[in-house]
């Protein structure tokens, strides 16, 4: 079986430029998720799809931060324009859920996208 | 405070030795999950435990989970080069749907 893939592994760019990450989930995985994790730090969860609807963006800094997740299936994130602090890996990850009130549900994630803005 | 925190953030030990490392959680669990990551790429998923008490095995790796002290532990037998990377525990919440809240991450590292 087929894991999260994610592109582009590497992303170099000047502040105020725009970029984009691409997600494709595990087939059949109804939930979709976008980590931030700065180095030394634990993932933090930006946005949470089931499906094509979002579920959880209380953390995406919207004024520069836009995801979409079209047909329930492969999801972009959008940085424009991007800061000094938006350097980190970006990660996604997907699980099962098909319900949105359960109680466990393991996540599998991708290999990442490492930004680094100049 | 962390709603997660790990210790030791960073462990270097000798190849062959046992180790432990530690997640507390300040909120109530909703499943702990244990994942490895080495340095630049994605989570792997090790374990997840739900209940108080439940003790999982993979291979040379244990965890446990106290789930009245909201606490897990994850312990490495006969630790070897292959176990080195970032160990990271993720809490489950549940605000709404079901989220993972993770910890700062231990970095081990297995010298011969």
């Known amino acids: 079986e087929a894991g999260v893939a994610q592109s582009p592994r590497y992303k170099i760019i000047e502040k105020r430029q725009s970029v984009a990450f691409w997600c494709n989930p595990i087939?059949?995985?109804?939930?979709l998720y976008w980590y931030q994790q700065i180095l030394g730090q634990g993932p933090k969860l930006l946005i949470q799809?089931?499906?094509?609807?979002?579920?959880?963006d209380s953390q995406l800094p919207k004024d520069r931060f836009s995801a979409e997740r079209l047909k329930g299936v492969d999801s972009t994130l959008k940085i424009q324009p991007a800061k000094l602090e938006d350097s980190a890996v970006y990660l996604c990850?997907?699980?099962?859920?098909?319900?949105?009130?359960?109680?466990?549900?393991?996540?599998?994630f991708g290999p990442g996208t490492r930004l680094t803005v100049l | 405070s962390q709603e997660l925190e790990q210790s030791p953030q960073s462990l270097i030990v000798q190849e062959g030795k046992n180790l432990t490392i530690n997640c507390t959680s300040s909120?109530?669990?909703?499943?702990l999950y244990w994942y490895k990551q080495k340095y630049g790429e994605g989570l792997i998923f090790l374990m997840m435990l739900q209940k108080g008490g439940e003790e999982k095995s993979h291979e040379k790796i244990t965890a446990k989970l106290d789930e009245k002290k909201q606490q897990s532990s994850l312990h490495i037998t006969a630790s070897q080069p292959s176990h080195a990377g970032i160990y990271l525990c993720g809490a489950g919440r549940l605000q709404g749907a079901q989220k993972l809240v993770f910890g700062q991450g231990t970095r081990l590292t297995i010298n011969p």
């Open positions: 799809f089931q499906n094509n609807g979002v579920v959880d």
């Open positions: 087939s059949g995985h109804a939930t």
């Open positions: 909120k109530t669990l909703y499943g």
């Open positions: 990850a997907s699980s099962l859920r098909d319900r949105v009130y359960i109680r466990t549900d393991t996540q599998y």
